[in-house]
């Protein structure tokens, strides 16, 4: 079956650690996202990218970093400079701009 | 820049009842507009999406949605709700990347 992939469903970390979010696609996505969730405020853009081996920052993309050297793969990491990392983290593709995005199940990320 | 707002961050309404949910965009030329549901803790669904054409576009588990470019709106409707469409709505445009509104919680009594 054809979709988005994230891993895992639910991630626990101490403070002060990194850690790197899976999102893998098999729809041949030219573009894919990465959205951070937060009870009240909807979704907001941490970084796109549009094509393999470039991504531009969103909205908030401080603490964050992403790599795009597949197509089918966008992993985001959450440094330990993200100051609020407990959130809940959600992947998508598109084909490329003007179409519908597919979203994966999400992360939830619990930093204790 | 554009933009997507949703007036509305929380309706309520009996199950069988209308619902219309609002959206407006912000952006020169004729966006691409979609609505997504989520259920929580759940990823996203499209609903449906507007591209160009006919203004009135038919979507899954019975919604439509209206495009009006004199009032930059983007409103989802559906005629009689069920207990199961409570969840979370977002109106959505994808014109040069994706940008969310803020959503609209709908809660349905029974």
């Known amino acids: 079956d054809g979709g988005i992939t994230q891993s895992p469903k639910y991630l626990f970390r101490k403070e002060g650690q990194n850690v790197t979010l899976s999102c893998e696609q098999n729809?041949?996505?030219?573009?894919m996202y990465w959205y951070r969730q937060d009870p009240g405020q909807g979704l907001r853009l941490i970084y796109y990218s549009q094509i393999v081996n470039d991504f531009q920052k969103g909205d908030i993309a401080e603490g964050y970093s992403v790599s795009r050297e597949k197509k089918e793969s966008f992993p985001l990491t959450v440094t330990s400079a993200q100051k609020n990392p407990t959130a809940f983290y959600l992947c998508?593709?598109?084909?490329?701009?003007?179409?519908?995005?597919?979203f994966g199940q999400g992360t939830r990320l619990t930093v204790v | 820049a554009q933009s997507v707002t949703q007036p509305d961050i929380h309706i309520t309404v009996s199950e069988g009842a209308s619902l219309e949910l609002r959206c407006n965009y912000s952006?020169?030329?004729?966006?691409?507009l979609f609505w997504y549901v989520q259920s929580p803790g759940q990823g996203l669904q499209l609903l449906l999406k507007y591209f160009s054409g006919d203004t009135l576009v038919q979507g899954i588990k019975g919604f439509e949605a209206e495009f009006k470019r004199s009032q930059s709106s983007f409103n989802l409707r559906k005629p009689s709700v069920h207990w199961s469409d409570a969840a979370e709505y977002f109106c959505v445009s994808n014109t040069d990347k994706l940008i969310f509104g803020t959503g609209t919680r709908l809660q349905v009594f029974p």
């Open positions: 998508a593709s598109s084909i490329g701009w003007n179409t519908e995005a597919f």
């Open positions: 729809l041949n996505h030219d573009a």
């Open positions: 952006y020169g030329a004729t966006p691409y």
